[in-house]
């Protein structure tokens, strides 16, 4: 383990942005993090996993920690229930295609979400109706403070939508180390989410398994989402806003066609995307900081973008939502 001085962090971000860590080491093993604890170097630090939920704007003055920790297997295997413990520098879309090729039921709509293992959680990150909290069980986290390991079941992590105790009450306490999944050897595949159902439809499949399904999600995500490896982004930039029914009345009274979610308590959802699309925004560019042509809620970087360029089209989409809405958007990646 080596600890470098001033290096680029442009290829560990996926929005592809160039900005320097004063101080970056890669980390391999749990060991590697209690060496690092033992130095007294983990006062002031800045952890990436797969660097494709972060938005950086400016030299990063501290020691960066690349998470690199890998490793996966079936932990516990029950009649049915079967919990796979990966550790948090596995690839998030191999760990899903593996745990299908074991015939599991559980992350199958998570196919292709870029990103590891290990900051799954923080997000709770979520496509096609599921959100990986369905399939949680527990995880495990090294305390920066005390090196010590602590283990936090799915009760106290607080999950909602792209929300956990990570991104809040314990920011920047915890360096997650293993993730535990309950998945299921029989079990019923979601395809509630339209563009799955009729996928599925076209190809004639009538009792999809967790590959099928798997396969579908990878196909649709391909044709709409931008691959990070041809072009910088982080996903969903904003979280889909949820506003009062009185509010989406006045916007369908003047925009009959808006999708929307209605949830339990009554408020509705409404898809940041169709917001920002009709809004005139889609395909727009500037500099080489651009909204993508084919997904208008994923904001991408053409090239040699500064985290300050996307920010600041970010704020004039928002002003714009705003003012023909009246709905604040909120950003979802992390702006570091
Ligand atoms: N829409 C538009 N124009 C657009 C994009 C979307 O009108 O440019 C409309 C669509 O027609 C559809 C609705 O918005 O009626 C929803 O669009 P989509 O199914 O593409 O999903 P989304 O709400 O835009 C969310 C997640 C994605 C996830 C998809 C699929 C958030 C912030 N984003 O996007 O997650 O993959 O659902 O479940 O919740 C991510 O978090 O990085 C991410 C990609």
Known sequence: MKIQENISLKEYNTFGIDVNAKQFVEVNTLEDLQQLYSMNVLQDIFVIGGGSNMLLTGDID????????EGKEL???GNNKVIVKACAGEDWPKFVLWSIGKGLFGLENLSKIPGNVGTSPIQNIGAYGVEMKDSFYKLEAFEIA???????YKNDCNFDYRESVFKNREKGKFIIVNVYFELEKEGEVNISYGVISKELQENGIINPTPRDVSDCVVK?????LPDPAEIGNSGSFFKNPVISADSFRQIINSYPDVPSYVLEDGSVKVPAGWLVEKSGWKGFRKGDAGVHKN????LVNYGNATGAEIISLAN???KDISKKFGIDLEIEVNVV
């Not at 501290?62 to 920790?69: A, D, M, P």
């Not at 997904?295 to 994923?298: I, K, T």
Request: net charge positive; hydrophobic share 45%.
């Open 62 to 69: 501290k020691l960066v920690l690349k998470i690199n920790i």
């Open 75 to 77: 932990f516990e295997e």
């Open 146 to 152: 005390t090196g010590k390991i602590k283990t936090f």
């Open 220 to 224: 649709i995500r391909t044709s709409k």
């Open 295 to 298: 997904q208008a809620l994923v």
């Open 316 to 318: 004039d989409i928002k």
